[in-house]
């Protein structure tokens, strides 16, 4: 009986240049509507992979859709759950805890801003006081890579990045891949000693 393994995106550091154009494509992908452009956008670009840059090295950070993962496993209200091999937030039901945050092995879950058709949603209880009123504080929802699930050609990220340091990864078919690979070599070894 063989278990089906969740794929996710790899970020190859070695290409990655820090043009944070798979942020961009990210942001836009997830859009409710088209734009031509992001000088259209009506809401802040929030991406769900983050490009972080130390010393030498620059990727992006996304989610790697675990197996057994922490996030789902902490979420009080079960708002993050499996669907079709992809680790996914329902964001109607994430309360803002950062339960899942803290979990991430990686870090690649964010607190965002929540909109609805490019308007900001409000709590309904939960008010801040600005000047001399009592306005109502605006709802954040827990936001991650969902391999762009609702996107028929796959991930933006992938799709988008000018040095091809983004993949997509599929776990058996790589280990399939490897295993032919070192099947070929051992095999031409072998049959050069042979003869």
């Known amino acids: ?24 494509a990210c942001a836009v992908a997830h859009r409710s509507e088209e734009l031509k452009t992001v000088g259209n956008m009506d809401v802040p670009i929030m991406p769900r992979l983050y490009l972080v840059r130390i010393a030498d090295v620059t990727m992006p950070i996304q989610c790697r859709h675990c197996e057994d993962a922490p996030c789902a496993n902490i979420c009080p209200v079960s708002a993050i759950t499996q669907i079709d091999n992809k680790i996914i937030i329902n964001e109607e039901k994430c309360i803002g805890c950062k339960s899942c945050m803290i979990a991430c092995p990686f870090g690649a879950i964010e607190l965002a801003a929540a909109y609805k058709e490019g308007r900001p949603i409000l ?39 000018p040095r091809q340091a983004l993949s997509y990864e599929n776990v058996k078919m790589e280990k399939k891949r490897r295993n032919a690979e070192i099947v070929s070599k051992t095999g031409a070894t072998i049959k050069n000693f042979m003869v």
């Open 1 to 24: 009986m063989g278990i089906q393994l969740n794929s996710f995106v790899l970020a190859d550091p070695k290409k990655c240049i820090g043009c944070k154009v798979c942020e961009v």
């Open 123 to 161: 709590q309904n209880l939960l008010t801040l006081n600005s000047e001399d009123e009592f306005i109502h504080k605006q709802s954040a929802v827990a936001s991650k890579c969902d391999l762009c699930i609702d996107r028929s050609n796959g991930p933006a990220c992938i799709e988008a990045c």
